[in-house]
C-alpha cells in the first residue's frame, strides 16, 4: 500500500547522500560568473532547508571550517540522527534543529541557503511558505540553491510508474521485481527510464519516482514563484546556463538546481571561471581520515569527497578505511586489507582514495 508523505519520512531513512549541485564553493563560483560577485563562502552564514539525516551539511561543514551551518528538517527521527553524527564528528560549526520550515524563526539572515530534493517533495504551501523564509531571510549578499523535478521529463516517468505499480499490485512484489518485469514489455524509450530506476536502487526509488509526492513544475512556474518571494534567478547551480522551458520540452530535462539572488540584489560584471588549481595528491605515510569519514566508514555511510562527491565502498573496503585513523602505516594497512579484503587490490585502491581527496 502506499505511504503518505509524512509516513515515509517520519518511519524510514532516507538514503544518506552528498549532492556536488548544491555545493557551496561551487555555487558561489558560478554566481560570480554571472556577475552575482560578492556570496561569500568563508565565514558563512548557510543554512540548510530539509536537511534529512545532515549527511550533505556535514560534508559542508567538515570541509568550511570557517562556516557557520544550520540544517533544519521537519523530521524528529532525521534531526535526532544528523545531531548524534555531528556530536560524534566534534564538528563545531554545524548545529540541527528540529522544525517545518513554515514555524521556523531563527535568528538573522544566511548568506547561503540550500535546498536539495525538498520543493518536488513537499505539498505547494510548504513550496510557497518555503520560497518565502528564502526571499525573507536571504542575506543581501546571499545565493539560494533549490532543486526541483522538471515536468517535462519527469511526466513520462510517471507514466512508467503507473504502469510499474500496476504491476506491483498485481504481484504483490516490490519496484524492482516490478520493474524487471515491465522492462520485458517496454518499448525502447520506457526501457531506458526503466534501466536509470533500476540504477538508482530500492531504497531511493521509494523516495523519488515511487515516492508519495514527487510534484514536478517547469523552470518557468517556479521563477515565476521565486520571484513573487522577493527572488531573482541566476542560472543553473553548476553550468550557470539560464535554461528555458522549450529546451526542456526538447531534451525531456527531469531535473534541475539553480540559483537565486534577492530581487534587490545588484548584479556586476560577469567573472570568469577560477582555474581550477590541479591539486597534487601524494599518499600519506600514515593515511588519516578526518573524524566525519571516519565516522561515515564505521557507520557503513557513504563517504563523501572533495566535491562533495558520494561514494558507497563494499562493507570489506568500509572495515579498511575505518582502520586509517592515522595510527597505521601503509604497510600495516596492506596488510590488514588483505585479511579483510582479500579481493582488493589495495595499492591502486589506496591511490584511488587519495585522489578523490579523501586525506585533504
Ligand atoms: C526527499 S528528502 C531530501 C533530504 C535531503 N535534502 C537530500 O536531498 O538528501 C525531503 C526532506 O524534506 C523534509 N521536509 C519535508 N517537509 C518539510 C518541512 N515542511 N519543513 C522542513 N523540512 C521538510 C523531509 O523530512 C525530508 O528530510
Avoid at 513573487?228 to 534541475?256: A, H, I, Y
Wanted: hydrophobic share 45%.
Amino acid at each position: 500500500m502506499q505511504r503518505t508523505f509524512a509516513e515515509l519520512y517520519q518511519a524510514e531513512a532516507y538514503p544518506p547522500m552528498s549532492h556536488p549541485s548544491s555545493d557551496p564553493i561551487v555555487n558561489a563560483e558560478v554566481a560570480r560568473f554571472l556577475g552575482f560577485g560578492r556570496s561569500k563562502v568563508e565565514g558563512a552564514r548557510i543554512l540548510e532547508i530539509g536537511c534529512g539525516t545532515g549527511h550533505h551539511l556535514l560534508s559542508v561543514a567538515n570541509r568550511l571550517r570557517s562556516a557557520e551551518c544550520l540544517g533544519v528538517d521537519v523530521s524528529k527521527k532525521y534531526i535526532s540522527t544528523a545531531k548524534n553524527l555531528a556530536r560524534q564528528t566534534g564538528l563545531k560549526n554545524v548545529s540541527f534543529c528540529e522544525s517545518s520550515i513554515l514555524e521556523f524563526d531563527p535568528v538573522g539572515e544566511f548568506d547561503l541557503i540550500i535546498t536539495h530534493g525538498v520543493f518536488s517533495w513537499v505539498p505547494n504551501e510548504v513550496k510557497v511558505g518555503m520560497m518565502d523564509f528564502i526571499g525573507k531571510r536571504l542575506s543581501i549578499d546571499g545565493i539560494a540553491t533549490v532543486s526541483f523535478n522538471v515536468a517535462a521529463g519527469w511526466k513520462e516517468r510517471m507514466l512508467v510508474v503507473e504502469k510499474v505499480r500496476a504491476i506491483q499490485t498485481a504481484g504483490d512484489v516490490d519496484e524492482m521485481t516490478a520493474l524487471a518485469v515491465f522492462k520485458d514489455v517496454a518499448d525502447a524509450r520506457e526501457a531506458e527510464i526503466v534501466d536509470d530506476m533500476l540504477a538508482k536502487g530500492l531504497e531511493v526509488l521509494a523516495c523519488d519516482d515511487f515516492g508519495p509526492l514527487t510534484d514536478a513544475w517547469s523552470l518557468g512556474a517556479v521563477v515565476k514563484l521565486a520571484e513573487m518571494s522577493g527572488l531573482r534567478w541566476l542560472g543553473d547551480s553548476v553550468s550557470g546556463e539560464r535554461g528555458d522551458d522549450l529546451t526542456d520540452e526538447k531534451l525531456k530535462t527531469t531535473f534541475r538546481s539553480e540559483i537565486f539572488c534577492r530581487k534587490d540584489a545588484l548584479l556586476g560584471e560577469s567573472i570568469p571561471f577560477s582555474e581550477q588549481s590541479s591539486e597534487n595528491f601524494i599518499v600519506p605515510h600514515f593515511p588519516k581520515l578526518d573524524a566525519w569519514r571516519l565516522i561515515c566508514a564505521q557507520e557503513c555511510l557513504p563517504l563523501v569527497d572533495s566535491k562533495l562527491k558520494s561514494c558507497v565502498f563494499p562493507f570489506s573496503q568500509l572495515k579498511v578505511l575505518a582502520a586509517m585513523d592515522g595510527s597505521r602505516s601503509v604497510m600495516a594497512l596492506a596488510g590488514f586489507a588483505k585479511e579483510v579484503s582479500p579481493e582488493l587490490d589495495f595499492v591502486p585502491w589506496l591511490k584511488y582514495v587519495t585522489e578523490r581527496g579523501f586525506f585533504a
